[in-house]
């Protein structure tokens, strides 16, 4: 029998079937076991092969899964390419949120839909004031109506939309509010079509109340900071979550905004709308834009005396 399977070996090797082939064969003298394997059969790759007795016996096996990452030397490459791949995008994960917390800043805080209207909104105020003074009267009343829909948009979307909320977006909507008016009147100031005494009062609160803001900033930092990113800070940082300062500077809490202030900002921008609109077709009359501008100075006072109220008894930040 020993002698049949030689002949049978050298037979093989002689025909250049390849080492596992014959390695097989040799193993099935070692235990003595029969030769019931073909070639085929040895090329099986999901079958395994044990020595019953009388011979050899093929039985099909389930592909290697990965469970819970626990890892075995069964596992096939491309389940230890996924399980590498998943540790490797948890680690860039966290250090993603450590970025942040050093930064103060995060994309998906930043980059919200109502946050883009309200920059969008700040960057317009000057381009239109130029049209304005360039008397591009067409642009100006249509950019202005559009800036003013974007008012009440970003705040509607911040309200309805999940995860549209941010502390930077209760900065930032009221920051290109007054960008956007201060340009607006003060062009329409120069064109001579606002009086001068209702352009002083609207931009001098806007510039009173932005100048309250930064030195409040600065007065929570005690006067230091380590860079411009720790003073607009927008994140809390998990060591300030659990209590401790982590050496960070505490993230700037959110404005909240009253009535009367939204109100003066309709009127604000319906004055400079109709100032504008005086200049281009001469309509509505004159009389009109200086009584308009006179109630919108009277709310700009009340909407300043009542923010200056409530910061003192500590009713403006949340």
Same mark, same amino acid.
């Given at each position: 029998?020993?002698? %049949?399977?030689?002949?049978?070996?050298?037979?093989?090797?002689?025909?250049?079937?390849?080492?596992?082939?014959?390695?097989?064969?040799?193993?099935? @003298?070692?235990? /003595? !076991?029969?030769?019931?394997?073909?070639?085929?059969?040895?090329?099986?790759?999901?079958? @395994?092969?044990?020595?019953?007795?009388?011979?050899?016996?093929?039985?099909?096996?389930?592909?290697?899964?990965?469970?819970?990452?626990?890892?075995?030397?069964?596992?096939?490459?491309?389940? #230890?390419?996924?399980?590498?791949?998943?540790?490797?995008?948890? &680690?860039?994960?966290?250090?993603?949120?450590?970025?942040?917390? +050093?930064? !103060?800043?995060?994309? +998906?805080?930043?980059? *919200?839909?109502?946050?883009?209207?309200?920059?969008?909104?700040?960057?317009?105020?000057?381009?239109? /004031?130029?049209?304005?003074?360039?008397?591009?009267?067409?642009?100006?009343? /249509?950019?202005?109506?559009?800036?003013?829909?974007?008012?009440?948009?970003?705040?509607?979307?911040?309200?309805?939309?999940?995860? &549209?909320?941010?502390?930077?977006?209760?900065?930032?909507?009221?920051?290109?509010?007054?960008?956007?008016? *201060?340009?607006?009147?003060?062009?329409?100031?120069?064109?001579?079509?606002?009086?001068?005494?209702?352009?002083?009062? #609207?931009?001098?609160?806007?510039?009173?109340?932005?100048?309250?803001?930064?030195?409040?900033?600065?007065?929570?930092?005690?006067?230091?900071?380590?860079?411009? &990113?720790?003073?607009?800070?927008?994140? +809390?940082?998990?060591? *300030?979550?659990?209590? !401790?300062?982590? /050496?960070?500077?505490?993230?700037?809490?959110? @404005?909240?905004? #009253?009535?009367?202030?939204?109100?003066?900002?309709?009127?604000?921008?319906? %004055?400079?709308?109709?100032?504008?609109?005086?200049?281009?077709?001469?309509?509505?009359?004159? &009389?009109? @834009?200086?009584? %308009?501008?006179?109630?919108?100075?009277?709310?700009?006072?009340?909407?300043?005396?009542?923010? #200056?109220?409530?910061?003192?008894?500590?009713?403006?930040?949340?």
């Amino acid at each position: 029998r020993r002698t %049949l399977v030689c002949e049978q070996m050298s037979a093989i090797l002689l025909k250049g079937v390849g080492r596992a082939s014959l390695l097989a064969l040799s193993s099935s @003298v070692v235990k /003595g !076991g029969a030769l019931e394997l073909g070639l085929a059969g040895l090329c099986s790759p999901n079958k @395994v092969y044990s020595n019953s007795g009388d011979g050899f016996a093929a039985s099909s096996v389930k592909p290697p899964t990965y469970d819970n990452g626990i890892w075995s030397p069964t596992r096939t490459s491309r389940h #230890i390419h996924a399980g590498r791949e998943r540790e490797n995008e948890a &680690q860039r994960d966290d250090e993603r949120e450590i970025e942040e917390e +050093e930064a !103060g800043w995060s994309y +998906e805080k930043a980059c *919200t839909i109502p946050n883009l209207i309200s920059f969008a909104r700040l960057v317009s105020g000057p381009c239109l /004031g130029l049209c304005i003074t360039h008397d591009m009267w067409s642009l100006a009343v /249509g950019g202005t109506l559009v800036a003013g829909f974007s008012d009440w948009l970003d705040g509607y979307l911040a309200k309805r939309m999940k995860n &549209q909320e941010s502390s930077l977006g209760s900065y930032l909507d009221p920051l290109a509010d007054k960008v956007l008016v *201060t340009c607006l009147t003060a062009a329409s100031g120069l064109k001579g079509l606002i009086d001068p005494a209702v352009c002083g009062i #609207i931009i001098g609160r806007d510039v009173v109340l932005l100048s309250g803001a930064f030195l409040h900033r600065a007065h929570v930092l005690n006067w230091r900071w380590k860079t411009w &990113q720790e003073y607009f800070r927008v994140i +809390e940082t998990s060591e *300030t979550n659990r209590g !401790g300062g982590g /050496g960070h500077a505490p993230a700037a809490p959110m @404005v909240k905004p #009253i009535f009367i202030s939204k109100l003066n900002t309709v009127f604000q921008i319906g %004055l400079v709308v109709s100032a504008i609109s005086h200049g281009a077709m001469s309509w509505p009359d004159g &009389q009109f @834009v200086s009584g %308009l501008g006179y109630v919108t100075a009277a709310t700009t006072l009340a909407s300043g005396a009542i923010y #200056i109220r409530m910061y003192a008894k500590g009713q403006l930040l949340t």
